[in-house]
């Protein structure tokens, strides 16, 4: 009988025990901080330790949450000596999606860039534009938790019109 009992407690103190650790995970959202940020690509940002890092990855003006895992498999890298263009992708299980778009929004018109237009619903999309490139981020919640990031730049081209190419 003072067996059982041993094991019973030892199991819901286990049980009690994953659940605060899985709770602790799941408790990291993304926190913003209007902090000025380091730029290099590669580099983590030079804000203070208790701010939230965030890095450039490939392209120089596109800030990417730290808190996201970025995906090199799925990910591409085009450059040129004229221009860079690709796509980064990236996964994080439970972060909040309306966050993301808060960070990017304004992340990135400190970069320069400037919003073209935005899409809400069960995939969010988000297209900036500077006079030379474009950039385009989804963000997709899963219902398995997780949530996955695309970020797409590209060179911005003009297409001639019929009238003016004869």
Same mark, same amino acid.
């Given at each position: ?38 730029? #290099?690509? #590669? ?18 003006? @596109? ?35 309306? /966050? ?17 237009? /935005? ?7 988000? /297209? ?20 996955? @990031? ?10 001639? /019109? ?5």
């Amino acid at each position: 009988m003072n067996e059982i009992f041993r094991k019973k407690s030892m199991m819901v103190f286990l049980l009690i025990f994953l659940l605060g650790f899985a709770w602790m995970g799941c408790s990291s959202t993304l926190k913003e901080k209007r902090d000025e940020t380091g730029k #290099g690509e #590669g580099q983590q940002s030079t804000a203070p330790r208790d701010n939230y890092f965030a890095r450039y990855y490939y392209f120089d003006d @596109v800030l990417v949450p730290g808190e996201l895992n970025y995906k090199p498999d799925q990910s591409f890298i085009y450059e040129t000596p004229h221009f860079k263009a690709g796509a980064m992708f990236f996964t994080k299980w439970r972060v909040d999606a309306d /966050s993301l778009i808060t960070f990017f929004n304004y992340h990135m018109e400190k970069d320069n860039w400037k919003i073209v237009n /935005s899409y809400r619903g069960k995939e969010c999309f988000l /297209s900036f534009s500077k006079p030379d490139k474009t950039c385009t981020i989804r963000i997709l919640d899963k219902w398995d938790g997780s949530t996955q @990031v695309e970020i797409r730049v590209g060179p911005l081209v003009e297409k001639k /019109s019929m009238n003016q190419s004869q």
